[in-house]
């Protein structure tokens, strides 16, 4: 059984990954400094379900602290790789704050690198993100499309940690696979995205913030697909950037017609101007994915949506509490 090493550990991605491992006997050591970029209980329910497992260590650190970083070399050495899931996601606060985005999703970045290159850690894997392929790609969008026009400073933070990744490959032979999201969804999802606000409002009788006129789409995945993907991107590749996600679209209006449907529950929409940082369309070519990982979602649209509804009907008592924003 092999250590790994995952960051942002209590987030909705890594938080199944490292429980994936932890599943399969492996060891984990999970670093998440639990800010509040959306609601902590959310992050502290996730870390509660790691630490049921013996072999899971939480260490609560902030990626972008260098110093703190480094010194934790001692404990990282023997590990099979580093998974760095931690960042600052969201498109519209990164306008508002460019410089936290900065801070996590450069900065920290460039420090778990170097942390594994200092500790003879041969493999990282980076999460990435659709947003990086900018305002109109092609559908679906293939890895070979530039990604040199980010949209806005969270995109443009992450096309800077790739191309960190990339030159710590030439320069110390690490092996490194970036993964690019898109648009997951699952059990205890982010409560900042689509999935998850759409259900609480709905259920909760709440009105519907759509920015823009619902007809806009997005490819979604669900969070064991995505979990899945990222535990095959572990094996030695020397430098690639992989799509997950995004095998199933719908419009923002198709989703709130599911959701109703599979509640019961009439939605109350109230439809908002569009913001500039947003784009109208995203699904991801995933035949690289395919090709080198063997990965293709198992999990259709409406099953997973009804899982995540499900899961939310069962930890109401709390989750209706959760802050959306």
């Given at each position: 059984?092999?250590?790994?090493?995952?960051?942002?550990?209590?987030?909705?991605?890594?938080?199944?990954?490292?429980?994936?491992?932890?599943?399969?006997?492996h060891?984990?050591?999970?670093?998440?400094?639990?800010?509040?970029?959306?609601?902590?209980?959310?992050?502290?329910?996730?870390?509660?379900?790691?630490?049921?497992?013996?072999?899971?260590?939480?260490?609560?650190?902030?990626?972008?602290?260098?110093?703190?970083?480094?010194?934790?070399?001692?404990?990282?050495?023997?590990?099979?790789?580093?998974?760095n899931?931690?960042?600052?996601?969201?498109?519209?606060?990164?306008?508002?704050?460019?410089?936290?985005?900065?801070?996590?999703?450069?900065?920290g970045?460039?420090?778990?690198?170097?942390?594994?290159?200092?500790?003879?850690?041969?493999?990282?894997?980076?999460?990435?993100?659709?947003?990086?392929?900018?305002?109109?790609?092609?559908?679906?969008?293939?890895?070979?499309?530039?990604?040199?026009?980010?949209?806005?400073?969270?995109?443009?933070?992450?096309?800077?940690?790739?191309?960190?990744?990339?030159?710590?490959h030439y320069?110390?032979?690490?092996?490194?696979?970036?993964?690019?999201?898109?648009?997951?969804?699952?059990?205890?999802?982010?409560?900042?995205?689509?999935?998850?606000?759409?259900?609480?409002?709905?259920?909760?009788?709440?009105?519907?913030?759509?920015f823009?006129?619902?007809?806009?789409?997005?490819?979604?995945?669900?969070?064991?697909?995505?979990?899945?993907?990222?535990?095959?991107?572990?094996?030695?590749?020397?430098?690639?950037?992989?799509?997950?996600?995004?095998?199933e679209?719908?419009?923002?209006?198709?989703?709130?017609?599911?959701?109703e449907?599979?509640?019961?529950?009439?939605?109350?929409?109230?439809?908002?101007?569009?913001?500039?940082?947003?784009?109208?369309?995203?699904?991801?070519?995933?035949?690289?994915?395919?090709?080198?990982?063997?990965?293709?979602?198992?999990?259709?649209?409406?099953?997973?949506?009804?899982?995540?509804?499900?899961?939310?009907?069962?930890?109401?008592?709390?989750?209706?509490?959760?802050?959306?924003?």
């Open positions: 059984m092999s250590k790994y090493l995952i960051a942002g550990s209590a987030g909705f991605i890594a938080g199944r990954v490292a429980e994936m491992l932890l599943e399969d006997g060891s984990v050591i999970g670093l998440d400094n639990l800010n509040d970029a959306y609601d902590v209980r959310m992050k502290e329910y996730r870390l509660s379900q790691l630490e049921k497992f013996p072999e899971f260590t939480f260490i609560k650190q902030d990626i972008a602290d260098k110093d703190a970083i480094l010194a934790l070399q001692p404990q990282v050495e023997g590990a099979a790789a580093v998974i899931l931690a960042a600052r996601a969201g498109v519209r606060p990164s306008v508002e704050n460019p410089w936290i985005y900065v801070d996590t999703n450069l900065i970045s460039l420090n778990l690198l170097e942390l594994s290159r200092r500790s003879g850690i041969p493999k990282i894997v980076l999460a990435s993100t659709s947003t990086v392929y900018g305002e109109d790609p092609p559908i679906p969008t293939p890895e070979t499309v530039e990604i040199d026009r980010p949209m806005q400073p969270y995109a443009a933070t992450k096309v800077a940690s790739e191309a960190m990744a990339y030159a710590y320069l110390y032979n690490l092996d490194v696979t970036i993964v690019r999201y898109f648009n997951v969804y699952g059990p205890a999802g982010r409560p900042d995205m689509a999935m998850y606000r759409f259900s609480k409002w709905i259920i909760e009788n709440e009105a519907i913030k759509v823009g006129d619902g007809n806009q789409t997005r490819g979604f995945t669900y969070i064991d697909d995505i979990a899945l993907g990222t535990i095959q991107a572990l094996r030695p590749m020397g430098f690639e950037a992989i799509n997950l996600g995004g095998h679209s719908i419009s923002m209006n198709e989703l709130i017609a599911l959701i449907e599979l509640t019961g529950t009439p939605a109350n929409i109230d439809y908002l101007k569009m913001h500039k940082a947003d784009f109208q369309a995203n699904l991801a070519d995933t035949g690289k994915a395919f090709e080198l990982l063997n990965w293709q979602p198992q999990v259709g649209l409406r099953e997973g949506v009804a899982r995540m509804i499900d899961w939310y009907m069962e930890n109401r008592q709390w989750a209706k509490d959760i802050t959306t924003l």
